[in-house]
C-alpha cells in the first residue's frame, strides 16, 4: 500500500471511532426511575376442550 492510502485510511478509522463515542454533551446522571405500577392480573385461561369429542347420536 502506498503511504499516503495507509495514512487516509488511518484517518478515515480514527475518524469513525471518535464519531461513534455515543451521547453528545455534557455527561448527566439519569433520573430516578419510579417505583414500578402494579399490572392488572390477566384473564384467567379459557377451559381446554374435553378429551372426548361429541358422540353423535
Known amino acids: 500500500m502506498s503511504h499516503s492510502f495507509r495514512l ?22 439519569p433520573d430516578k426511575q419510579p417505583a414500578a405500577k402494579p399490572t392488572p392480573a390477566a384473564t384467567p385461561p379459557a377451559k381446554p376442550a374435553s378429551a372426548n369429542p361429541a358422540q353423535p347420536r
Open 8 to 29: 487516509a485510511l488511518m484517518l478515515a478509522s480514527a475518524t469513525l471511532l471518535l464519531a461513534a463515542c455515543g451521547n453528545k454533551g455534557p455527561l448527566v446522571m
